[in-house]
C-alpha cells in the first residue's frame, strides 16, 4: 500500500485542490532508510509531495523530520530508499546536486556562512556578476546590485532591526539570522521549496510574514514542504500533512480531515491512524 | 634621507673600522660557535666591525644569501662565510662585484676562485687520515663498518669528503667519490694489514649527538657486529658511542673536529682517533686577510696543489700506527677549541 | 524614560562621529591599516636607528628578499584561507627548480619549454594534494606532510642533489634577477612578478564568486556544501593554483640564487606560515586578507634587515625577532580594539 | 521614573503575587548600554526580577532581548549601566561569574559542547566526582552517575527519542539538543534561571513540559527569565512581561492587564505605552 | 505499511549483530583501535621483510627512539586539543637541557637541584606562552612561534653554543639513558618515564573535570565559556603542563645523546606534531585521544626503524615514509569509515 492510497484513504484530497492530485507527484521518497551507528534516522519512509502543495511535516523531537528532508535534499545519502523526481529517480550526492534540480531548502541549522556578510549569504553559490565585460571577462561580482536586492528580500520578510546588509551574519540575532535563509530559499527556489521549521526564532509578525510568503510561493505553483512544531501555523497554511513518529511515516492527513488535537495524538503515538479508520 | 652617509667610512682615514660580516652555517654547532668567539676576538685586534650571521641551519641556503645582502646593504668591507652549498656562490659573486672581499672558511666553494680565498681544512685529508690509521689498528681483521654521515636528504661537500675520504683511506674503491654510499657493500680493504670489509650502514646523524645515537642504533639493530664506526663530526661520535654504550658493544670510533672534547674523548678511549680541525685559525686568517686587503695589502696565496689555503689536520689518537702522522690527546688538548 | 533612551543613543551618536571613533571604523573595515601602521613604525625606528636602512638601495634588497617567501604566501594564504595548510611549500617550489634547471641546462631544452614543464609539474604537484585531500578526504596537514617528503626524495633523486648555476641555464630561467633602477632603486623582475601575483589572486578573492567560494569553504565546510558551494572542486582549486603559484617563486628564487639548488629555503614551510598568520589571517580559515600576507611577510623581513643593518649579531637578532613579532601581533590586536 | 513605577502604573501587581513586589528585586539592571560598532545593542535598558516571579522578555527579531540577558549573565560586558543583585551593584566579567552567584543561563545559540557526549554536556562545569579517595584524591569523575541522573533529567522533559547519554550532541536533533541545554538549567539554577527562547525548537508536548518545569522552578522559589516569540506560552506562565523594542525597554506589562493582541502591539510600535494610560 | 516499518528495522537490527557491525563499532568507540592495527600490519610486514626488525633487542631500541618525541608529543596533544599549537616544544626543551646542564656541570650543583631547577624553568616557560595566550589573547602560533626564537636564542646565549658531555654531569641527569634488561629486550627509566607520563596525562584527559574542560575548550570555547567553564585558566594550565613535560623530554634526551647539545632534534617541533596528528587528533581541537599519539609516534618510528632495517637508501627511505604516512593515515580513516 503506497502513501498515495494512505492519504486517500484518510486524509482525502484536500478541499478545492483536486487538481493537482491526479498530476504526478513532483518529488517522492520510497523506503527511505538511514542510520547513524546504532541510532536508527528514517525506518523505511514514504513521501510524495505534489505540484503546488503545501506539505507540512510534523513529528515530536527527533522523529526524523530533519533527516527525512536532507535525505531528500541531498544533504545525506540514504542507506537504500528511493528518490524520484516527476517519476524519475534521481540521486542527490551532495546539496547542490538538489539545487541544480531546483530544490531550494532552509536547513533548521542554519546554512550560513558566520563570517560573510548578509549579502554574500543570501546570494551564496547564486552570485550575480556585473553588466559587460567586467562581469563576463573578469568575472567580477555585481556587489552593489547584489546588495541592494539582498535588503528587498530580508525588507519583505519584516525584519526592520537590521541595519546594513553589510553586517557580518554571525553578528546577527537568532531571529535575523532564520530571515536571511528564509528569503535566500524563497527568492532562488524554481521547483520545490523545503523549510525546516523557518519560523523558529521569528517574532510574531516576521512569523506571519513568512507564512504568508510560503501561500505566495504556493499560489506561485512551488511546492512547498514545510516542518513546524507550530501546529496553528501548519493547519492554517497546509494542505496536506505528513505526520513523523520515531522515524517512521504515522500517516499522512489534511486540516479538514483531522483537527490539532487529532495530528497531535496521533504524532506523539496517543492515537493510530488505523489503515481503513 | 638616502645620503646620511657611511658612518664607518667617515672616521679618521686608514685606521677607521672597518665592516666586515661572519656568515657561518648554523649557530648551534660547536664549531661555528667557535669560529663566532674567535672572530670577535680577532675583530677588537684587526679594528673591524663585525656582525656575526648564520644560516638558521644546514642547509639555508637562503639565510646565507640574505645575510650576504645585507652586508653589502650596511656598506661592510669584507665577508667571511662557509658557503653552505654552490647556492650562494651567485651572491658571493654578486658581493665581490659589490666591491667586497669574500672569504671562505671550512668550506671551499667549488669552483675555487668563487671567492677571493678559503681558509679551510682538507676534508678529504681528514677523511683520510681516519681511514688510514683505523686500517692499521685493525690489524687485518675483517671490518664490519657503519658510516655515520651527515645527512640523508642533502649533499653536502664535507659530508662526502670526509666519508668518501675514510673510506679511501682505509683502502675501499668508492666508486663516484663525490657519492656517499655508492660502494660497494663487501670486498677487500687495503689498509694496513688488508682484509675483507662489509659495510652495514650509511645512516645521517645530523651531525648532532641524538642522531648520531639513532643511527647507530639503527646499524647495530641491522649488524650487531660493527667493529668500526666512521662519524662525520665529534657530536655524532658522542650519540653513536651512547647506542655502542647501552647495546653493550665496543667498537672503534673514528671522528672528525678536534674540539677539547672531542680531545677529551680520544684520551678517556671512547673515540679511537680523531683529524683535528682549527676552526679559530680560519678565524684570525680570514680576519686579518680581509682588514690587510681592505686597507690595500695584498692577498694571500692558496697551498700549494691545492685551491684553498690548508688550515692544517692533525690526527688525535693515542694509539700511534706505523705510516700514520699523529699526535697525542695532550698535544691535542693544547691546541683545541670550545671546552 | 524614553528621555533617557533618546539621550543613550544620542550620546552614542555623537561617540560615533568622534576622531578615534572614526579611526576605528576605518580600522575595522581595513583590517590591514594596522599592521600597515606597524610596518611604518618600523620603518621610523630603523631610521633613527641606523643610515643604511632607508636607502633606496637598501628598500630595493629588503624587496628583493621579501618576493620569494611573499610569493610563497600567496599560495599559503589560500590554503590557510580553506582551513588547511600546506607543508610541502618549499619541496614543491624546489622540485619544479630543480627540473625546470636540469631540462634546460646547457640548451638541453628551450628556456621557454622548461618553464613551461616546470609550471605544469607544480601544478600536478598542488593538484596531487588536492585530490588527496578532497577525495581520499585526508587532512592537509598529514597529506602535505608526506609529500612533503615525497616530493624532496623526488627533486633529490632528479638532481643528484647538486645545484646547477646560472651560468649554465638560459636568460628566460634567469631573468627574474634582473631588473631596473629607479634612481638608487632596484626593483627586480621577480618583484614585479610577485606584486602582480598579489594583485590577481586580491582580485579573485575579493571581486569574484570563487573568492567569496574560497571562504565560505574555509569559515563552515557544512554551510558552505548546504548552501550549495562546490566545496571540493574549489579546494581541489585552490591547491592546484598553489602549486601554481610556488612554481612561480621557483623561477624567482633561480633569478635571487644565481643558481638552482635542492636544499634552498629549508624552512620555507615555517616561513610562509608565519606570513600569514601576522598578516592576520586566522589558521581556522575563513577569515583574512591577501595584502595582509605580504605586509606580514614585509614586516618578518623588514626585522631582520633592520636589525642586520644596526649591526644586531645572530643570536640577539633571533631573540629580538622573537620578542618583536609577538609585540608587533599584540600591538596589532590592541590597535584594533581600541574603544573610544 | 523608574522601571518599578511604570511597571505598577501600567502592569499593576499580578494578581495574588502581592508579597513578592514588596521585596528588594532580586536582579535588576539600570540604563544598561551596549554598542557593537555602530549597531546599537541595547540602549538604556532597565530591568527588575523579582524573587519567585516569571518575568518574560517579548519583542521583535533584533530588539535585544538576547543581548539583554547576555549582560545580565556576563557573556557581554556593557558599555554603561548597572547590574544588581538583591540590591548590591555586581560585576561579572564572565558567564562563570554570573554561575557562581547562581544564575544558570540557556543561551538562544545554546552552548552546547558539540564533540562531548549528552551527560558531559549535561554536567560541564559542574562535574560530580566519585565518593571516597578516587574522588576525592584522584579527583575521578562519577561518570556512572552522571550518565544516569542526566537520563532522568532529560527523560523529564518528555524527550523519549534520546538512545542513550553517551551519544555526542553535535548528532542530535535540534529538539534534542535544546532539551540538553534546558535540563542543565533546569538542574542547577540556585537562584535565577534565565531562558532564551528554550521551547522554540521543541515539539508540542514537550514544550508544554517545559512551561512545566518552569512553573515548578518558579513555586519552588527560583526567579525566571523567559524570553519567547511564543504568545500563547508568555500569557500561560509569565507573571509580568517586559517589553523590548528597538533596543529600548518599551513598558512592563502582566497578563492580566494586557491581553496578547495589546501586547504584540506594544511590540511592535503599533501602539505605545503611554506613561499615564 | 507497518509491515515494511517493522522489517526495515528488524533488518537493520540484524545486520547490527553481523560481525563486520560488531568491528565497526568497537573502531568507533576506540579510535585507537584502527591505528594500533596499523603498526600491527607494520610489523607483521616488516618481520617478513627482515629478519633483523623482530627481534628482542631491535624492539628495545624501537622503544628508545621514539621516547623523546614521544614524551614532547604529549605536551603538544595538550595544546592541540584546546585548538593551540605548540612551536616552542624544541626550544623549551634545549633551553631546560642546557640550564639543568650548565648548572651541574662538574658538580657546580648536586643533580636534584639543577633538575628542579630545570623543571621550574620549563614550567615558567610554558607558563608565559599560556599567559600571552590567555591574557594578551594572541593566537597560538604567533606566541609560540616568538617564544620558540626567544628560549633558542637564550639557549644558545647561555650556553654559549657548547654541548656539555655526559661525563661532566651528575648520575642524575643520565639516569634515564640507563635501565634494565627482560631478556634481550633493553628497557631504560626513559622509556619508563614516558610511559607513566602517558598514563598519568591519560588519567586526567579521560577521567577528570579538567580532562572534560581541555576537551571542551578546545572543541568550541564559546560554548565552554557560556558553559561556566574557567576557559583561561585551562589554557594556562595546558600551557604550563606542557612546559613541564618537556623538561621531563630534555632530562631523558641527556640520558639518551649522552650530552646535552642546543642543537638537539631540531625539528622537535614537526615530530611532535606530526605524531599527535598522525594518532588521529584534530588540529581544529577538541577531539583526539592521547594514546593516539603514542601510537602515531610510534608508527613514524616503525616506518623510518623498518624502512632502514631493509637496507633501503636513504633519499628512498624519505620518498617511502612520504608515502607511507599518507597511506597509513587513509587506511586509518578508511578503516573507521567501512560500512557493512
Ligand atoms: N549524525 C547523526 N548521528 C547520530 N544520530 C543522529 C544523527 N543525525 C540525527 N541523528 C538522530 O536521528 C534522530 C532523528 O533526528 P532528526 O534531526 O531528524 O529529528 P527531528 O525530527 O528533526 O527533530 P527536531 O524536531 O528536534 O528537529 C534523532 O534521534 C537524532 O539523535
Ligand atoms: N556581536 C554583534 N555585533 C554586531 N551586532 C550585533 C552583535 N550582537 C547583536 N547585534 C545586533 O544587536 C541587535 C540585537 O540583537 P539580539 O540578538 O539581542 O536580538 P533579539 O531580540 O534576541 O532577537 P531574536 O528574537 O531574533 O533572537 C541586532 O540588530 C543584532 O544584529
Ligand atoms: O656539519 C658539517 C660541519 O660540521 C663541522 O665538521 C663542525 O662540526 C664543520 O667542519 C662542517 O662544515
Ligand atoms: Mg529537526
Ligand atoms: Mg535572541
Redesign the pocket.
Known sequence: MTTRDLEVAHGGIPVGKEGIYSQQPILSARKLVIT??R?V?LDGVDLDLYPGEILAVI?D???????LIKCLTGAYIPDSGEILMNGQPVHFRKPQDARMAGIETVY?QLAVVPALDIASNLYLAREERRKGPLGSVFRMLDKKGMERRAGQAIQRLGIQTIQNMGQAVETLSGGQRQAVAVARAAAFGSKVVVLDEPTAALGVKESGMVLEMIKQLRDGGLSIILIS?NMPHVWEVADRIHI?RLGALAGVITPQSHDMGEGVAIMTGAKRLAPSA | ACNRGDSSSSGTGGEAAIGVTLITKDSTNPFFVAMQKGAKQDATKNNVKLTVASGKEEGDDQGQITAIEDAIARGDKGILITPMSNGVNASMTKARDAGLYVIALDTPPDPADTVDITFATDNRQAGNLDGKWAAAQLDGKPAVIALIDLFDDKIVSVDYNRDQGFLEGMGIDVADPKKNGDEAKTGKYTGGKGGTYTIVCNEAGQGAEDGGRTAMERCLAKNPNINLVYTINEPTAVGANASLKAAGKTAIIVSVDGGCAGVASVESGIVGATSQQYPLKMATLGMEAIAKIARGGEKPKTSPGLDFYNTGVALVTDKKVDGVDSISSDEGAKICWGN | MSNTVTSAAAEFARRQHSPVQRVQHQLHARPWLSPLFLLFVAFVVFFIATPTFLTANSMGILLQQTAVVATLAVGQTLVILTAGIDLSVGAIMVLTMMVMASLARDGGMPGLLALLIGFVLALAAGALNGFLVTRINLPPFIVTLGTLSVYTAIALLYSGGESIQASHLPGLLNVLGDGFAIGGFRLTWGIVVMVIIYAVVGFALSQTAWGRYVYAVGDDPEAARLSGVPSKRILLAVYTVAGLIYAVAAWELIGRAGAATPNAVPDANLQSITAVVIGGTSLFGGRGVLIGTLLGALIVQTLQFGLSQMGVDQQWRVLATGILIVVAVAADQWIRKVKA
Chains 1, 4 share one sequence.
Open positions: 547513524f551507528g541510532v534516522g513529528g523531537n527527533g522523529a526524523g523530520k530533519s533527516t533548521q512544531h513523523q
